[in-house]
Nanobody, 124 residues
């Protein structure tokens, strides 16, 4: 089992950047595929990005492709999400998740462990 703790969310102006971090406690994260999801007010949970165990595959949603970068450091048990060119549409609670699958999935049911979330608010 692994516990995930996100940080880095805050209020930022449109066009700005933020870097979210997720630290794993307990079991090594090299056993897991990792993902970032987000949920905006009144909307469903949305896949943002996912990364395979060895970082050989990184997948992004169309809405963040080219603006967001996901990285993992298995030795430090950390995964990050660098977010650039932020817009108001990126306002959401961002969640880090871990799954035992061997491939990156975009659906939440494939992820078994979740952090508590970190709020990102983009102002115009």
């Amino acid at each position: 089992q692994v516990q995930l703790v996100e940080s880095g969310g805050e209020l930022v102006q449109a066009g700005g950047s933020l870097r979210l971090s997720c630290v794993a406690e307990g079991r090594t994260i090299s056993d897991y595929v990792l993902g970032w999801f987000r949920q905006a007010p009144g909307k469903e949970l949305e896949f943002v990005a996912g990364i395979s165990r060895t970082s050989s595959t990184i997948q992004y949603s169309d809405s963040v492709e080219g603006r967001f970068t996901m990285r993992r450091d298995n030795a430090k048990k950390t995964v990050t999400l660098q977010m650039n060119s932020l817009s108001r549409e990126d306002t959401a609670v961002y969640y880090c998740a871990a799954g035992v699958s061997s491939v990156v999935h975009t659906t939440q049911r494939q992820y078994h462990y979740w952090g508590q979330g970190t709020q990102v608010t983009v102002s115009s």
